[in-house]
């Protein structure tokens, strides 16, 4: 599969992946991020992200890992958190997975938080994050919403 960014009437023409329902080469992909988060970022400043649907979590991972994911609905977050927390306990015991805070603001969140702690991310893993003082420092003032998992 080639990569079908196109720049100057030109494609790109790489080996790629599909990303974002796109097929992409890994610079494309960072572009296409890149302007996604900007995009976000503007729309976010003129209400805030707490006002963009959904959620947005926070999961503390084995070996000081953060995951910073979304959820568009409390039914999918649930069931979201639940499959992590089971895959992480398949893998390193129980309690693998532990939810640090939930805030809202869903994808547009999400992609702002991915932006703000991109020094603490881990290469190669996604939505991971090294759990640095910034993250901590956020999770200390966030409004975070009410949220538990039925036992």
């Known amino acids: 599969m080639e990569c079908t960014w196109t720049v100057k009437g030109s494609v790109c023409g790489l080996p790629a992946e599909v990303r974002y329902c796109l097929p992409l080469c890994e610079v494309h992909v960072s572009t296409f991020q890149s302007q996604r988060t900007s995009e976000l970022r503007r729309y976010a400043g003129y209400s805030g992200v707490e006002s963009f649907p959904g959620y947005c979590y926070f999961l503390l991972l084995p070996g000081e890992t953060v995951k910073i994911g979304y959820s568009n609905t409390e039914e999918t977050l649930r069931r979201r958190i639940k499959d992590l927390t089971r895959?992480?306990?398949k893998e390193y015991g129980p309690g693998g997975c532990e939810v640090l805070?939930?805030?809202?603001?869903?994808y547009a969140a999400e992609a702002v938080l991915h932006e703000r702690f991109r020094d603490s991310r881990i290469p190669g893993y996604g939505e991971r994050f090294h759990l640095s003082d910034d993250i901590l420092d956020?999770?200390?003032t966030a409004p975070r919403i009410a949220f538990s998992l039925p036992a």
Request: without cysteine; charged residues 25%; hydrophobic residues 60%.
């Open 87 to 89: 895959e992480f306990e």
């Open 101 to 106: 805070a939930v805030i809202k603001g869903g």
């Open 138 to 140: 956020f999770l200390a």
